[in-house]
């Protein structure tokens, strides 16, 4: 998963190398600083300078507080313009795959764990890819510039420091391995709340309506006291990493401080190079802190792009409609037969067919109602015309419409003067000017309102006829397991 959170930082490629250099130079200029102070305390302490003597020393302090203060700065606008444009990106990425997918697989999904997903799971990415990720290269980066530094100056120092620093490392895998069951638990227990209490909201009126309204709130407080009880476990286990982790850099720390302490007591060692190790033993485990402190926040991030990256991956069903064939393949007909040859549909873990062995043939033109029982497959023949599911078996073939001429679609905007098409020609006689398109569009509109009064006038003389006579009068049945319209 790692990896393919990885491979959307490559459009911020900028930022993310902004965001790790600054840290990295705030690291260096921290190495700096502890050698000025040091340096200037040596000074003061033990040649008894003044301080105008040391002023240019105290000078050079406050340029590297400034530095890394600005740094510090520069490090989290970057981090925060990298988080934001992934986050923009990827949820993008996630709309336009929902809706590729079509309602047939929001159907078959619960809306508050989309909206989970698409909302609460991407937020959780901020912290991954802003504090997470560049602190994972930080903390390569700086430990190793400060071992470069000490190796020189004490070399037993440096082998403490790098004997204790892979310690930390080690109970933040250890005690991740257990955080990132509580963190799954956590974001599970998320989406259900979340899709729980969006149904809720959804059928209100039908609760209110048989009185299970009061029944529906202790359930979404059950829910509800059951994520806070698994946000208080994940609370718990980084509280504990977090101690975990502070005493091992705390005990670290303390090992260089014993060490050096008793060689400059005994006169093995110089004062200015001791107090510089001091000061800079616990900038040395300072990254590897802060990895740890962070680490949960990049697991919360993981755990999500799991279920963003299971909606991403889902695959569209493999179209059965055979589209029709035209000379200019640039060019749609507006108009074509379609036929629905042993049209078959199962809903997904469903044993029955909503449709089975449909066979219809729509001719150019034609108007077709659709009468029928609820759950007679009305709606799902329609989804299957709209191209919103594939036929389990069976195909769907639009008919052969040969277009001879390229200027189609352009003959409908322009308004200039053209030479006249050919007999076979799809192309207009004449070109359409703006009147002439005005004219057609109120032309479709008034065609289309004849339609829906004459749909009304249909039903309600339906509504009146009997049975018998209904079944005569529709122009086609409603399709069913035992009944082919054709």
């Known amino acids: 998963m790692h990896r393919r959170l990885l491979t959307l930082t490559r459009d911020t490629r900028l930022a993310l190398t902004s965001t790790i250099l600054s840290g990295l130079l705030a690291g260096l200029l921290t190495i700096w600083q502890a050698w000025l102070l040091s340096s200037s305390i040596n000074n003061v302490f033990l040649r008894g300078q003044s301080i105008a003597q040391v002023m240019g020393l105290l000078r050079l302090m406050l340029v590297a507080i400034g530095g890394r203060a600005l740094l510090a700065w520069l490090n989290e606008v970057s981090a925060n313009a990298v988080a934001v444009k992934i986050k923009t990106d990827l949820r993008e990425r996630l709309f336009a795959r929902i809706l590729k997918l079509g309602p047939a697989y929001a159907r078959g999904q619960r809306t508050g764990e989309l909206t989970a997903a698409a909302v609460e799971g991407i937020e959780a990415l901020d912290a991954y890819f802003s504090q997470y990720l560049p602190q994972l290269v930080i903390t390569t980066l700086v430990p190793l510039s400060i071992l470069i530094v000490v190796f020189p100056i004490d070399l037993l120092s440096g082998f403490v420091f790098l004997i204790t620093a892979p310690l930390i490392p080690f109970f933040m895998i250890m005690i991740g391995k257990g955080a990132e069951i509580v963190t799954h638990r956590q974001y599970e227990t998320l989406r259900l709340l979340s899709a729980h209490f969006l149904d809720s909201l959804q059928g209100l009126t039908t609760l209110k309506l048989f009185g299970q309204s009061k029944a529906q709130t202790r359930s979404i407080a059950q ?247 209904r079944r005569n009068d529709s122009p086609t049945h409603a399709p069913s397991s035992k009944t082919r319209p054709s």
């Open 223 to 469: 829910v509800s006291d059951k994520f806070r009880d698994t946000t208080l476990g994940v609370l718990r286990v980084t509280f504990l990493s977090a101690l975990a982790l502070e005493l091992l850099a705390t005990l670290s720390t303390a090992i260089i401080a014993v060490e050096i302490g008793f060689r400059l007591l005994y006169g093995k060692m110089e004062f200015q190079p001791a107090l510089f190790l001091l000061v800079l033993a616990p900038e040395f485990y300072m990254p590897l802190r802060a990895l740890g402190a962070r680490f949960h926040a990049g697991m919360s991030g993981t755990t999500a792009a799991k279920r963003i990256y299971e909606i991403l991956d889902t695959q569209e069903p493999k179209s059965k409609v055979k589209s029709q064939k035209s000379i200019d393949q640039d060019v749609r007909p507006s108009t074509f037969d379609l036929r629905l040859e042993n049209v078959s549909f199962t809903y997904p873990n469903e044993s029955t067919p909503a449709l089975e062995n449909i066979n219809l043939t729509i001719q150019r033109g034609q108007h077709i109602a659709l009468v029928g029982k609820t759950g007679a497959g009305k709606s799902t023949l329609v989804n299957l015309l709209l191209g919103f599911i594939q036929p389990t078996e069976g195909e769907i073939q639009n008919s052969e419409f040969r277009i001879q001429s390229p200027g189609f679609l352009n003959a409908l905007t322009s308004s200039t003067t053209r030479s006249p098409p050919t007999s076979n020609s799809a192309t207009p006689k004449r070109p359409m000017n703006r009147s002439s398109l005005r004219h057609s569009l109120r032309a479709c509109m008034s065609s289309s309102n004849r339609f829906h009064r004459n749909m009304k006038q249909s039903s309600a003389k339906a509504e009146r006829a009997s049975p018998a006579d």
